[in-house]
């Protein structure tokens, strides 16, 4: 296997980055604001009492009676609402929802390094693209939601431990020293 640094031209990343991010944003537009009883009663009142520790520690029981629900990646939404209008926060949010279409890219194309690069390429962004045309996934860009935040925390490290497990043990010793870069980076975005 080549090193995973290696696997993909300097251009193909940011170029596949920026398509889905500027998709995404695009599309939070078109939909509009996320407004409904999550946001108010949950997204945003969790987010409230999580900068004020002394309203978490009163307030977390009643206002979360049917579990835990870490408040703290609902933080960001809140704060960049109190700074910016409606449609700057879905902008923002929609854009970083984008960022799900590069992960599934980096996959894909870990996965099918051993095919032809252009047609691992356009593989790899048909799955990707196939990936984000489902109807959860549209309905929560650039909402309040977690749901379309944490799978590039999952996938790209996901992308990284599989580039080290299935590279070509022919040419490279068990783990370089990238190797254990990429395993130590997995680790801290899944931890």
Known sequence: MQSFYRLFAKW????????G???????????????????????FYSAWQALDIKRMDANIFPSNIQGYLNPYIYVPYYVLFKIMPPM?????????????????????RVCLQHWPERIARQTAFGCAVFG????????????????NLTPPLVLLPL?????????????????????YKLLALAGLMLG
């Open 159 to 179: 992308a990284a431990i599989l580039a080290v497990r299935f590279r070509d043990k022919t040419q490279e010793p068990a783990v370089t020293g990238d190797g």
């Open 132 to 147: 984000l045309i489902n109807p959860f996934f549209i309905s929560l860009i650039g909402a309040s939601w977690s749901d």
């Open 88 to 108: 700057g926060v879905g902008i923002v949010f929609g854009a970083l929802h984008g960022l799900c279409l590069v992960s599934v890219y980096v996959l894909a």
């Open 21 to 43: 991010m500027i998709a995404t944003a695009v599309a939070a537009v078109r939909l509009g604001m996320d407004f409904g009883p999550d946001l108010v009663n949950y997204h």
């Open 12 to 19: 193909e990343i940011v170029l596949v980055t920026l398509i």
